[in-house]
């Protein structure tokens, strides 16, 4: 059942009206996703291939990675389900704005290993992991709203005398 219409202020841009359940639970969806997209990548880095990863510093001490980085990948989820739920409450565009946005945070995530980590190797594949971890939590969240966030169009506006109908 769709959200009940806003009012409309003619002069100001369109209010985006939001499916508050199918997005509630797309969120949701998208959270564990990202979760288990980290989980996933951090048993397949560490036990596949040999990779030492380095989990952000005092998060969960003495925890297995895998745990720590599904942790941090339903973080990421949340997050970015939280910015898209701001930016459609207080935007007329909100998609194109979640899109500049998370480039920005894909670029701090990735980065971000290489402040606290030692061994480059370590550092780039613990950046790959969080760069994987963002894209989802970044494609997911995107899904959820092309779903669930919908612009309303304008009533068409007709001229007096005008015949109704296609032209």
């Known amino acids: 059942m769709p959200a009940p219409q806003q009012p409309q202020d003619p002069s100001g841009p369109p209010v985006p009206v939001v499916a508050r359940w199918r997005f509630a639970a797309g969120s949701l969806v998208a959270v564990v996703v990202t979760a288990a997209a980290a989980y ?4 397949l880095l560490e036990s596949v291939f040999a990779v030492e990863l380095a989990p952000p510093p005092d998060l ?23 910015m898209m739920a701001l930016l459609a409450a207080s935007v007329s565009r909100p998609r194109l704005f979640f899109g500049w946005s998370m480039v920005v945070v894909v670029a701090l995530l990735t980065v971000a290993p290489f402040t606290w980590a030692d061994g480059v190797v370590t550092q780039a594949f613990t950046a790959a992991l969080f760069l994987v971890a963002t894209v989802v939590a970044w494609a997911c969240v995107s899904g959820v709203a092309i779903r669930t966030i919908h612009t309303p169009r304008p009533p068409a506006v007709r001229r007096a005398g005008a015949a ?4």
Do not use: K, N, T
């Open 40 to 43: 996933v990548v951090c048993l």
């Open 60 to 82: 969960l001490p003495e925890r297995p990675d895998a745990q720590v980085f599904a942790v941090v990948g339903a973080a990421i989820g949340l997050g970015a389900v939280v």
């Open 164 to 167: 109704p109908g296609p032209a």
